[in-house]
């Protein structure tokens, strides 16, 4: 009797870590329904609003009050420094317009990695992912919250420039709080997201309207011989360019949540057309407004030049400048992290990386693991990082790919004649942003070649070797290690794949 009873028992054990190992890794049928139900709820919670917040809110960051100094330098002169601003806009616009085709006729999240995936297969849209997760999204985040931390802590260190190891911490506690943020909850980082672009405006608002009231009473003596002694050379205004684009960078955010996106048909376009301009309005404005105030010289010789506008213009109010500025930044690098983490996302989806980081959590129905990913990765960047170092670097390798993905779209009109096309842009127009895409890269090679350069060309095709080894032979041993740890994180951070959780 004893012993049947202990078989029992042990078979009643047995019994109960089987369950408990089920519902570790596999949620139960009733749960299944209710989290695919919200899963669902959660991915088609971004409207219209919430769409051209999210353009203008990242775009809207710390380009517009770090780059004008750089755009600048490079020119030399107000006239051609306008032209720029100017020509970067109406680029990112005829860009954002051939990103609108490509979004809605595939309309799947991840931004260009599922339109190489389309046109080119799986080898580039690879090399794009491995650059982007380990290059162009985490420096682009790295580079927006350093430029919130030298903002943040300007104001308590007057007269001199902060301490560098108090702007990396601030950075770096930005990222954690961001990604924290993300994580959590979808609805609550497009919540943020549009309170902090609401925000934003404001100090756009103000700057602008400071501006046309200084040009009323005749503040116009900067304008004037406002090409004289300009700097114009092919090296020149590339990194003008580049300095001017990464301004404008997240223009084609948005293609990373189409999955996200309520109506992307008709949400998508409307969203990019009514964003893009507006924001290249809103710089060209403020660019003259800085100009009101402060000569070529002054601008070049300000440690920041929104705080020098502000106390020139708003004494004794300049200290809205730097907070409302902080406000701004802080909704560039949330709308970057938001949209960011679903690349990771779907490159895990598709075997490009740690399966992982495809997994969804099951609390709060976001792809965790992804983003808690890009936000360590941005970490690293803080460390050794220069702004001017991280925005060349950036830019260089994200024109690579810009390129690329445009090319993709004159491909695929020949190659993939039968997918349904909502919008149909003239194709003269990928062929133009294509053209301009090889300019910026070549450019600054020709012109003024630098090693970085190099180390980011290297970095890119290293990508090949990984995938040959690691996704194309996908040797056994990678696995083995992986299995464990993708366990244990499962466990730890809760998180299921994404079949567990839709219907």
């Known amino acids: 009797m004893g012993e049947e009873s202990l078989k029992k028992r042990k078979g009643e054990d047995k019994g109960r870590e089987d369950r408990q190992s089920i519902q570790s890794h596999e949620p139960q049928t009733m749960n299944l329904q209710k989290q695919a139900n919200l899963f669902l709820f959660c991915l088609w919670s971004v409207g219209l609003i919430s769409g051209i917040c999210m353009i203008v809110g990242t775009i809207i960051g710390s380009g517009i009050f770090v780059s004008p100094k750089s755009v600048l330098a490079n020119v ?178 948005l293609n990373y949540i189409t999955e996200e996106l309520k109506n992307p048909y008709r949400n998508l376009p409307l969203s990019i057309i009514i964003g893009i301009p507006l924001v290249t309005a809103c710089y060209v404005l403020i660019n003259i407004s800085y100009f009101t105030v402060m000569t070529s010289t002054e601008l070049l010789q300000s440690q920041a030049v929104a705080v020098t506008f502000g106390d020139r213009v708003l004494y004794p109010a300049s200290w ?46 976001t792809p965790a693991p992804a983003i808690i990913f890009y936000g360590a990765i941005a970490i690293i960047y803080i460390i050794p990082g220069d702004i001017d170092t991280l925005i060349n670097y950036f830019s260089f390798a994200v024109w690579i790919f810009y390129g690329l993905t445009v090319l993709a779209l004159i491909v695929m009109r020949f190659t993939r004649k039968e997918l349904r096309r909502p919008i149909r842009i003239p194709i003269i127009i990928p062929v133009i942003v294509t053209v301009v895409s090889i300019l910026l890269v070549l450019a600054p090679i020709i012109s003024a070649p630098e090693l970085a350069y190099l180390y980011c060309i290297l970095f890119i095709l290293s990508g090949l070797i990984v995938y040959v080894l690691f996704v194309h032979l996908k040797f056994n041993w990678p696995q083995k290690i992986s299995k464990p740890i993708t366990l244990h994180l499962q466990m730890l951070l809760e998180v299921v794949p994404e079949e567990e959780v839709t219907l």
């Open 76 to 253: 030399e002169a107000v006239g051609p420094c306008l032209t720029i601003w100017a020509a970067c806009g109406v680029l990112a616009t005829l860009g954002a317009l051939c990103f609108a085709e490509l979004g809605t006729m595939i309309t799947k999240s991840g931004g260009e990695y599922p339109y190489l995936m389309e046109a080119f297969g799986p080898i580039p849209a690879f090399l794009f992912s491995w650059t982007s997760l380990l290059v162009t999204k985490p420096s682009s985040f790295a580079i927006i919250c350093l430029s919130f931390a030298e903002y943040a802590s300007a104001p308590f260190y007057p007269g001199c420039d902060p301490p560098e190891v108090v702007i990396k911490c601030l950075a770096a506690a930005a990222i954690v709080v961001i990604t924290i943020v993300n994580s959590l909850s979808v609805k609550l980082g497009s919540y943020l997201q549009n309170f902090l672009t609401a925000a934003k405006m404001i100090i756009v608002t103000i700057i602008i309207v400071s501006g046309i009231v200084l040009l009323a009473q005749g503040k116009t003596e900067n304008f004037k011989d406002s090409f004289k002694d300009s700097k114009i050379s092919v090296s020149s205004i590339s990194l003008a360019f580049y300095n001017g684009l990464w301004a404008y960078d997240g223009w084609n955010q």
């Open 320 to 365: 809205i400048v730097p907070l409302f500025v902080v406000f701004s930044t802080l909704g560039s690098a949330n709308g970057t992290c938001f949209t960011a983490g679903r690349l990771v996302y779907v490159a895990g989806r598709e075997g490009h990386m740690l399966k992982v980081l495809s997994y969804i959590s099951v609390k709060h129905l």
